[in-house]
């Protein structure tokens, strides 16, 4: 890399890539990454379209295998693990995408009801009741509960989106392009949430995102990629102040 810092190295990792690689037929998406996400961290990736951001991140969750490298989530290789294994795995990791993907004909309580009884086979109402209106407070919007995602702002449903992801109580959150389509205000909140969430829950997250405004808010630690790689590290300040242009470009 061109810009590197030294992380705390104290907090344990909670995901490590290593000489990752993929490719799609001629096409080599990601050439040779290694990365680490350390526990209770905001770690911002930015990059143009089409670097391979969010196949780096498709590879953690196990939607994608590697061709080549490690990749280890809580200390174990994804793609040595069985199914039932995997699944396990996942429910300890959140992902938001892009629209919130919000279910359009359940209401908000229904939404976040699902995943508790799918996921983690909870019965007892009463009990999920409780997390309901936990997460409805957490994300700002215990009024919403009854209402439809048809009647709520691209902003609310992104609450709500997020509000559903962390009701499972991930430990990692992955959080792909999580104010884009938003004006600034409500991109402001979205990323005051994140951090909020950071605090609130101990989740450690990577944050994909074009948006330097919610990088320069939520960001403990930002890489930068490149056609497929890794070609900068460090905080806002170092690398606002890189003597490297394309990367200073990404700040202005």
Known sequence: MDEQIHTDTNKEAVIKLEHLKKSFGSNEVLRDISMELRKGENL?????????????????VGLLCQDEGSLRVFGEEVDTLSEE???????RIGFLFQSGALYDSMTVRENLEFPLRKVLHLNDQKDIDERVTEILEGVGLPDAIDKMPSELSGGMRKRIGLARTMILKPEIMLYDEPTTGLDPITSREISELILSMQERYQVSSIIITHDIACAKATANRVLVMDKGTFVAEGTIDELEKSDNEFIRSFFK
């Open 85 to 91: 294994e995997l699944r396990k795995l996942r429910i």
């Open 44 to 60: 911002v990736v930015m990059g143009r379209s089409g670097t391979g951001k969010s196949v780096a991140i498709k590879c953690i």
